[in-house]
Nanobody
Framework: QVQVVESGGGLVQAGGSLRLSCAAS????????TGWYRQAPGKQREWVAG???????NYADSVKGRFTISRDTAKNTVSLQMDNLKPEDTAVYYC????????WGQGTQVTVSS
């Protein structure tokens, strides 16, 4: 079964940047919407950003102006460029397709130190 794989997390100081990548087998990421989500310790998973099948993008208010989601059709990946990171962005980040969800991947840890 197709599963997404997230990568690119790490430890960064506040104000720094990271670029996350979401990959999946086959061409599924080219043909459906993809979203990024995050889950901080003790909190529920929340939606962060999404790119539709047709390329339109949306962001949670908390990341608008700092995060950019994009699709690379040649590589069949969806990236999340995160700039001006804040300690409250610390979480495990996941990606998944929509409207039909795949199995969740392991996620990638992002830690922002103050």
């Amino acid at each position: 079964q197709v599963q997404v794989v997230e990568s690119g997390g790490g430890l960064v100081q506040a104000g720094g940047s990271l670029r996350l990548s979401c990959a999946a087998s086959g061409s599924i990421l080219r043909n459906t919407g993809t979203g990024w989500y995050r889950q901080a310790p003790g909190k529920q998973r929340e939606w962060v950003a999404g790119v539709s099948r047709f390329g339109s993008t949306n962001y949670a208010d908390s990341v608008k102006g700092r995060f950019t989601i994009s699709r690379d059709t040649a590589k069949n990946t969806v990236s999340l460029q995160m700039d001006n990171l804040k300690p409250e962005d610390t979480a495990v980040y996941y990606c998944n397709t929509y409207p039909n969800f795949l199995n969740w991947g392991q996620g990638t840890q992002v830690t922002v130190s103050s």
